[in-house]
Each structure stands twice: as structure tokens, then as C-alpha cells.
């Protein structure tokens, strides 16, 4: 690869052991303790806007750890060394969702590199962080109503302050490219809103404007449960707005379609994440716009997703694929509306493929198309 220089590692450098303290201050909703996750499934879409647009707001100021992996590249680009990509992945998954499920370089990795970003980003030069977002992984874990996207927002805000200062990897970043997944790509919409000049990009993977129009039906499929009940030994410290999906086939029929591992799947159930009720019921402010964002955008979504591209509220509990659709009326060319001010907007929609694109057979060629664009803006 032209201006690629390979240094003598076979896999990037990471340090897994990263721990930074953060503070963040955001208006967040009070959500009454009455609301849970069964009286979510009870409400329509239009329902579920209504109760986020009438509750009340209130400012919450803290500071929190956020834990993350840096990766140094195993190859050396000189016009990509000073430029990081912030990895911020979905509900359910922590870092490892970046990395094949394990540490760069380890077995834990499933088949080697073939779901790995940050090993396509490392062959690529370029360096990685990616977190544990919070109330996720190894991050401070705060009550589940009260972690919403925007106080996940406020501490990006601070994760790529940090990211510049030089405190992450040794070197004073001067460009922040912005990755995410689900809703990490719906946090990164609400970090777009609140800190436009924050990062240069945005990359959004499993993302588009039309969550509103399947978020019952997902969490529908997922059959949520209490964390702590079903994984008292992990999650037994986390109170009961933190839940876990209870529907293995759900759980696949959100996330995956087409061509995928079943095993892969079966790996993904055992090892699900707690996830908090605030994130989800404040996802949906994640669906605006974000007018002040100038910088690149790109929107990488399976073309079956079903949980940003449901044609209809039941759509999934129904058994019935989804479909992004085509041309100007697709789900990514329509995202477009969120950033009107952006300099240069484009989208990708991967055929039979669903939610994860990072873990489907066709993986390698979806790094390929996202660092196209990536490299073309760098």
C-alpha cells in the first residue's frame, strides 16, 4: 500500500488498561421511577416521543472513569498518525465489539482479524480508542434512569478533550474521527448537537434517521429483563433499570440477517451487556438535528436493519425483514436531513446484511467502504 510502512509488530500495540477521569454535565430527564421496560412495551412510537418531549429536566455534574484500549498501528502513515478514531459502540457490547470480541493479537479474537476494526484501522495506519462507554464495560456505572445520551455525550466531550491534550496514547491528536454503532452512533448524533466543534467526522455505523419507527418493536424482540436476576454474579450491584435481553432468537433477529455465524451469535447472547433504561428511553433525542455540524459525515447501516430501518412499529415482532430501500427516499440518503450544515455527507447501505455490520461474514468489506471514505478526508 502506497505510503504504508509496516513496523515489526504483526498486530497493533494496544494498551487495555486505560482509565481516565472525566467530568460531564448535562440536562437530563427525570424519569419517574414508575417507568420500566414493560411499560415501555405498552406504548406506541408516537406514545414513547410523547412521554420524552413532556418530562421534566433537571442538571446533573459529576465525574466519572472512563475505560478504554488504545492501539498504536502496526503500520506507519504519516498523513494518518495524527489522526484517531474514537470508537463508541452499542447497547449490549463494550470495546471488544471493535476488536472481533477480544484484545487485538489474542485468542479471544473469533477467527483472527475478521471482525476486527481496529486491526482494519491499524493496517490502515491509523491510530484507535475505543471506550467503554458509560454505564458500560469497565466505566463508572451511574443509577440506570439517570444514564442517558446526553450526559454519555458530555463525557465524549471530555474523552476528546483528553484525546488532543496528549493524555491517550502519548500524542496530542489533531484530528478526531468519531465512530459509532447503534447507539453509540446515536450518542455521537447528540455529541454533534451539543459540541459541534468538537471532532472533524463523524462515522455512523448501524445508524439512521428512522429509529422512532421500530424502537418498541425492538425491545419487543429483546424480551428485557433485569440484569441483576439473570447475572447475579456480574450485574448483582446494578439496580433493576438495568436489563438484559431474555430472547435469544430475539436477540438475533435485531441484530443479525443474512450471512453470519450462529456460534457467533450464541457468543454474543452469552456474553450480552446490562443496559440501562435511561439510554434507551432518551435514544430518541438522538434522532435530531444537529444544524451546527459542519464536518464530514458517513452513514455505514445493513441493509436489513432492523432496528434503524423497520418499515413499521411491529415490523420485527413479526417476523418481516427489514429494508433501508433505495435512492433518494433510502434511510441514508433521508439521514442526510440530521446535518444540514455538513461539508460533505454520504452513505452505504450493505446488502444482507442486518444491525451488526462489524459481525457478519461480510465485515472486511464494510471496513473497506467506511476507510475509503475516512481516507479520503484525512
Not at 448483582?236 to 435485531?254: F, K, M, N, Q
Request: aromatic share 10%.
Amino acid at each position: 500500500m502506497l505510503g504504508l510502512v509496516a513496523l515489526a509488530a504483526a498486530a497493533p500495540k494496544c494498551d487495555d488498561n486505560i482509565q481516565l477521569s472525566v467530568s460531564a454535565s448535562a440536562l437530563n430527564l427525570i424519569i419517574p421511577e414508575t417507568i420500566n421496560s414493560s411499560s415501555i412495551l405498552n406504548l406506541s412510537t408516537v406514545a414513547l416521543q410523547t412521554l420524552v418531549n413532556t418530562l421534566p429536566t433537571h442538571n446533573i455534574t459529576a465525574g466519572y472513569t472512563i475505560a478504554g484500549r488504545y492501539c498504536a498501528p502496526e503500520v506507519y502513515n504519516a498523513s494518518r498518525a495524527e489522526t484517531v478514531q474514537l470508537l463508541v459502540h452499542g447497547v449490549g457490547y463494550d470495546r471488544n465489539y471493535w476488536s472481533g470480541k477480544g484484545v487485538p493479537g489474542s485468542a479471544q479474537q473469533v477467527n483472527g482479524t475478521e471482525y476486527s476494526w481496529v486491526d482494519y484501522a491499524s493496517q490502515q495506519g491509523y491510530p484507535t480508542f475505543s471506550i467503554d462507554r458509560l454505564c458500560n464495560g469497565q466505566s463508572s456505572h451511574i443509577v440506570g434512569l439517570e444514564c442517558q445520551t446526553t450526559i454519555n455525550s458530555a463525557t465524549l466531550h471530555d474523552v476528546v478533550r483528553q484525546l488532543r491534550a496528549g493524555v491517550v496514547g502519548g500524542k496530542a491528536f489533531k484530528k478526531v474521527v468519531m465512530v459509532g454503532h447503534s447507539e453509540g452512533s446515536v450518542i455521537a448524533n447528540v455529541h454533534a448537537q451539543q459540541y459541534p466543534a468538537d471532532v472533524d467526522s463523524y462515522m455512523l455505523t448501524g445508524f439512521s434517521d428512522r429509529f422512532a419507527n421500530g424502537a418498541v418493536s425492538v425491545l419487543g424482540l429483546f424480551l428485557p429483563v433485569p440484569a441483576a436476576a439473570v447475572f447475579p454474579a456480574k450485574y448483582g450491584t446494578l439496580d433493576p433499570s438495568y436489563t438484559v435481553g431474555g430472547s435469544r432468537s430475539g436477540y438475533e433477529a435485531a441484530f443479525y440477517f443474512g450471512k453470519y455465524s450462529e456460534d457467533l451469535v450464541d457468543l454474543d447472547f452469552a456474553n450480552r451487556g446490562a443496559v440501562p433504561l435511561g439510554e434507551v428511553l432518551t435514544s430518541l433525542l438522538g434522532q435530531l438535528p444537529a444544524p451546527s455540524f459542519t464536518g464530514p459525515v458517513f452513514v455505514l447501516t445493513g441493509q436489513e436493519d432492523q432496528v434503524f430501518c423497520a418499515r413499521g412499529e411491529v415490523n420485527g415482532l413479526l417476523g418481516q425483514s427489514a429494508d433501508c430501500g433505495s435512492g433518494s427516499t433510502s434511510a441514508g440518503a433521508e439521514t442526510q436531513r440530521l446535518y444540514p450544515g455538513s461539508t460533505r455527507y454520504a452513505y452505504y447501505h450493505v446488502l444482507q446484511n442486518g444491525h451488526d455490520t462489524n459481525f457478519h461474514t461480510t465485515a472486511r468489506s464494510s471496513f473497506k467502504v467506511a476507510h475509503d471514505f475516512i481516507n479520503s478526508i484525512v
